[in-house]
Each structure stands twice: as C-alpha cells, then as structure tokens.
C-alpha cells in the first residue's frame, strides 16, 4: 500500500515548499525558500499549497521580505520626519503667538481677559513637547515685544517666565500622563499646565519683579478672576484641536 502522505506536506520538491516548514534543509535550500517567499507566500494565504489556514488555528507563518522591508522604511520615514515636523509646527505656533494678540492689542482689558498669546503656547507644548514648548515660550512675548510692544517692557519678565512653564509643563505631561482615555490626557496636561504657569508666574512676582507690591488678592485677580474668560476658552479649544491634528494624522500619538 501507498505510505501516507505527512499531513500538511506540500508536493512540490523539498528545496522549493513554503517557507513556513521547519528550516532543517542545507542553506542552499533556504536561500532558494528566502527567495521564493518573496513572490509566491502571504501572511493569510500560502501559494505553495494554495490552501488557507484552517479556522480556529493560529497563522504563524512569516510575513514575506518585500513586505518587512517596506514596513520597516515607513517607520524609519516616520521617525526621520518626526523631528522636521515638531520644527514646522513649532514655527507655525510661534506665528500664531505673534499675530493672535493683534486682534486684541487695541484694547487692553480685552487681552487680559481672552489671553491669546497662551494659546498657541500651550499648543506647542501638547504637540511638539517640552523643548520646543520652552522655546516658543520664550520666545512669543519676547518677539511680541520687540516687534509690536506688547507685552510692554514692565509686564515682559513676569510673563515670559509664566508662558515658559506653560510650554515646559505641558511637553513635560505629555510624556507622562497616560491614562489610556486621550481626551482625559489632555484634560490633565493641560489643567495641570495652566496651574503651574500661574504659579510660577505669581511667584517670579512677588519674589523678584513686583516684590513687596505683590499680594495673594492681586495674584487671584488677575490669574484667575480677570483671565476666566480666556480660561474657558483654552479648556473648550485646545484639547478639541490636539485631537483633530491626531486624527488628520498631521501630530503623531504620544501612544
């Protein structure tokens, strides 16, 4: 009688069956396999027997050459673009810091109260991370400054300290808040951010630039009261935003 035939055993010769069997042929063999799967095996499908994996059972058949490689340059691209596209960004926020308060330069009061150079700050923070977030605040009311007066010279330290922190924390907890729900991440980072910023921003004042003509009322007014407007605004704007770039897929997840 007929021996039986190994299950799962293709007909064709040994040297040129899939490269899913075990790899216990002379390297000759394997190179010929190597090149073979190139062109004729896929991860679902196996031309070499024309049969598809059985239902239930686990594919653990390799992916073809052509296909690695192809994976692999998309994800060296992506990373080689990566720090270009933080750059780009990162110049377009600081742009946007320096026109937004043209809007409202006119009218003091109306700034105070809509804060429209923390915007785009906070943004670069949440996107491009904790460097670039620093230098776009230094950078932002100091280029305002230069450029249009505003912030006048008196209010320059204070709050180019302020936007700072608010760079730096925001790239900082970006890295490290993840609780796995993106818009509460956000929320986080950006609530946290915002708190430090004052902070830090009351502290310069009553320490350095304003000390002894600075109270905790003063510091309350004017952080909190004056600016709600502007506060709300950041909360309903920036997180919506980080979220549409992500899913464009013009900002990468941070996971």
């Known amino acids: 009688a007929r021996p039986a035939r190994r299950r799962g055993r293709s007909r064709l010769p040994a040297p040129f069956t899939c490269a899913a069997w075990p790899p216990a042929r002379p390297a000759a063999a394997r190179v010929l396999l190597r090149l073979r799967s190139l062109f004729t095996c896929a991860p679902r499908f ?9 239902a239930g059972r686990r594919n653990t058949r390799r992916q073809p050459w052509g296909r690695q490689i192809n994976e692999r340059l998309e994800k060296d691209m992506k990373t080689s673009n990566k720090p270009l596209k933080n750059l780009t960004l990162a110049a377009m926020f600081l742009a946007l810091g320096l026109v937004l308060p043209l809007l409202t330069g006119q009218i003091p009061q109306i700034g105070n109260m809509l804060l429209p150079m923390h ?20 950078l932002t009311p100091l280029l305002s400054s230069m450029i249009t007066g505003m912030p006048p010279m008196a ?12 760079g730096l924390a925001a ?17 986080i980072q ?3 951010a915002m708190l430090i ?12 630039f304003s000390a002894g003509n600075y109270s905790f009322a003063v510091f309350v ?3 909190f009261v004056t600016a709600l407007p502007g506060i709300v605004i950041q909360l309903v704007l920036l997180p919506a935003v980080v979220l549409l770039l992500e899913k464009a897929r013009l900002v990468e997840k941070p996971y």
């Open 46 to 54: 196996c031309a070499c027997t024309s049969k598809r994996p059985r």
């Open 119 to 138: 915007i785009p700050v906070l943004l670069c923070g949440l996107v491009c991370g904790p460097v670039y977030g620093l230098l776009s605040g230094i």
């Open 155 to 166: 209010y320059l330290p204070g709050m180019l300290c302020e936007l700072a922190a608010y």
């Open 171 to 187: 790239g900082v907890l970006r890295r490290f808040v993840r609780t796995g729900k993106r818009p509460l991440d956000l929320y």
């Open 190 to 192: 950006l609530v946290s």
């Open 197 to 208: 910023g004052r902070l830090v921003y009351g502290v310069m004042n009553a320490l350095i």
């Open 221 to 223: 007014s004017g952080a």
